[in-house]
């Protein structure tokens, strides 16, 4: 597939445009449980998370550094994958058995 933008044409071959916006989504979601591991102080699944991390990267960068336009599809990916990886992390802490919160009685008035 040809791509004609101001003047420029790319060449774009539909299967690498989606490999890269799936890895890329990968590689963002993969960063967010990283994270989420290094911030619960758990290095075993922080340096595995960050082992992924870097393979799936390969990919993407490996794809769009021969070609520009792939760097569009990585920007997706990457928004895809950090979204999605996040409401996760949410939906994971909503699930959590944790006490019901205090009650609070009302100040005194006067």
């Keep these: 597939m040809t791509v004609d933008a101001v ?3 790319f060449h774009l071959n539909p299967l690498i445009a ?3 916006v799936v890895s890329t989504a990968a590689t ?10 290094v911030t619960a102080r758990r290095p075993a699944r922080a340096a595995t ?4 991390w870097y393979l799936l ?7 769009y550094t ?12 990457s ?16 699930h959590e058995t ?5 009650h609070k009685p009302p100040a005194p008035i006067g």
């Design 66 to 77: 021969g070609n520009p336009i792939y760097a569009l599809f990585a920007a997706a990916g």
């Design 79 to 94: 928004w895809m994958g950090a979204y999605a990886s996040v409401r996760w992390l949410i939906r994971d802490d909503r």
């Design 57 to 63: 990267a390969a990919f993407a960068v490996i794809s």
């Design 7 to 9: 003047g420029v044409t």
């Design 28 to 37: 963002d979601a993969v960063y967010v449980m990283f994270n989420a591991a």
């Design 98 to 102: 944790s006490p019901p919160p205090a």
């Design 49 to 52: 998370w960050s082992s992924m």
């Design 18 to 20: 989606a490999g890269v």
